[in-house]
Structures are given as C-alpha cells and as structure tokens.
C-alpha cells in the first residue's frame, strides 16, 4: 500500500498511525511518501512514484493531496482511496472516522473503481519542438503569471483532422477541464457542472472581457490549442493547480484527452449528486418555518 499525506496537517500524525496499525494487523506492508515519512520515519518504506507497484494508494489529506495521488498514480490503474483531512473534500471522500471500515470494504471486494479521464498538454515551441507532455485531472489553466495581468489567447480545436478556430478573447486566462474538474476552478469560472459519466473536454474562459465568450463542451477526441496575442506579457500553464512551465510569445498549448484514467475508489452507496448536495450546497432549498409567514412581502 501507497501512502501520501498532506503537508503541515496537524491531524496527519495520528491518522497515519491508524492507518499503519491497519496495516500491521492485516499484514500489508506500507510505503510512505515524502510527507508522510516525514512524520513517521519507521512507518515504512520510502515510496516512490512510477517505480514501486502497490495495489492501492491512500492519500491523507485534501482534494489536493488526492489530485498528487492521482498524478502519483498515473495511468497504472492503481485504485486512489482518498481519506477526506481537508476542508471540503469532494474527491477524497472518505472521512478519518470511517478510513479502517472504507479499507476493509475495499479488502473485502466491495468498493468500485470510478475510471476518471485526464487531460494531457504539451507545449510547441518556436520551431516546432516539444516539451515532455503533463498530465492533470481536474484541469489545466493558462493564465497571466502576475496578479491581475491580462493575457490575449487564441483558440483552435481540432476534430477528426479537421481544424476549426474558435476565436480569440482578452481576459484572465482560460481553463480546459475534464468533467471532474467541472466542479474546481471552471465552476468558480462560471462553468457547468458536468456529470463524470459525461464524456466530453470543456473550455471557460476567465473573467473575458466581452459577453460573447461563454463555456463549451467540445468531444473528447478534439485537440485544443491555444496560442498567444501580442501584449500578453508572461504567461504560465498549472496542471491542477501546480505550475508546470511558463509560455514564450511564440508558443502553442495543444492540449488532448489522455489515453489513460484514474481510478479513485467509491462505494456502491456514494452519488456524485449527493455529493453536489453535502458538499457544495448544490440544488438545496432552504424551506421556511410555516411559524415565519411568507417568505414574500405583501
């Protein structure tokens, strides 16, 4: 077992020797990220992403440490288990008090594996080479590297061979998102929130400074690419939300569907609309006391 935990989590130490005791009395050896063996330099072998095989990685922390995991992962298909020591937590889902039974249902075969899409992006230099492509989750987002700097994009998306341009915008940059991601930054944005099951690749614009730019759900076999206008000044692309490179005036974002996914872990009973609801406040009347009157004036 895989274990990354969270950074500066005051509740890291004693979850994670809960979750080594765990281990210890089934007989699981545990390999501890940087973080985690940090805290605990006996609990186990150090990990080391892309070399060690482990059948299930945990990550303790938030949606962010879920997200390193998920990065950590790759395209293995190794399980993600994310134990929820964050604030809202709605990809690591399983909260602390309930981590020892959500492992011995995964142990005993009742969880289900949800396989997430990724995004993958490379970035076309000056002549045509590339740089190594990365992945993300949730979404990948080119923006100004100063605060409040306005950047000038152009964007394309490809279809089958067939290159058609979308247009080009003045704003604070733009997110490309799977529809996990739908629910981060794009949401934020002013983006819909796209069921996982929805196969699709979205694109939201970040406060444009025209009405006429609005989200678009684009298939997922298209190709986006991105490219600079003239003043953007500098410009960097993060990979959910970590920086990843920064742009030259003449670069090209080309941004596709990874052939691979993610599989985090849920159970039978978990709902994404559920969640939506606990987490998010989403589609939740609040009904008033008949005791109030009306909540309208006369």
């Known amino acids: 077992m895989g274990i ?3 950074t500066h989590s005051a509740t890291l130490p004693d979850v994670l020797d809960r979750l080594l005791a765990w281990c210890a009395a089934r007989g699981v050896e545990p390999l501890l990220g940087e973080n985690a063996l940090a805290v605990r330099p006996d609990g186990g072998r150090p990990y080391r992403a892309g070399v060690d095989a482990v059948d299930l990685l945990v990550t303790l922390g938030g949606d962010g440490t879920l997200l390193r995991g998920a990065r950590a992962a790759g395209t293995s298909g190794t399980p993600v288990l994310g134990v929820n020591l964050g604030r809202l937590g709605f990809l690591a889902s399983v909260p602390p008090e309930e981590m020892e039974g959500a492992l011995d249902r995964f142990a ?7 396989h997430r899409h990724t995004l993958e992006a490379r970035v ?33 998306v490809e279809v089958a061979g ?32 796209v069921a996982p099951a929805v196969d699709c690749i979205l694109v939201t614009a970040v406060s444009p ?45 080309v941004i596709r569907r990874s052939r691979g996914s993610v599989a985090l872990v849920r159970f039978p009973e978990d709902s994404f609309f559920a969640t939506l609801r606990q987490k998010l406040n ?16 006369d």
Do not use: C, K
């Open 4 to 6: 990354l935990g969270r």
């Open 162 to 193: 067939v290159e058609d341009t979308i247009g080009s915008f003045s704003g604070d940059g733009v997110i490309i998102s799977t529809p996990t991601g739908s629910t981060a930054y794009s949401l934020s944005s002013g983006g819909p929130i």
């Open 108 to 114: 005993a075969g009742e969880a289900l594996l949800d």
């Open 209 to 253: 400074h025209t009405m006429a730019v609005r989200p678009l759900l684009l298939p997922p076999d298209g190709i986006v690419r991105i490219g600079l206008l003239p003043r953007s000044g500098e410009v960097v692309v993060t990979a959910d939300g970590r920086e990843v490179v920064s742009l030259d005036a003449t670069d090209q974002v």
């Open 282 to 297: 989403w589609a939740v009347e609040s009904v008033p006391d008949p005791g109030q009157g009306s909540v309208f004036p």
């Open 124 to 156: 076309v230099r000056d002549g045509g080479a590339e740089d190594e492509p990365f992945p993300a989750l949730n979404d990948l987002v080119i923006h100004g590297a100063r605060a409040a700097r306005v950047v000038h994009l152009t964007l394309s």
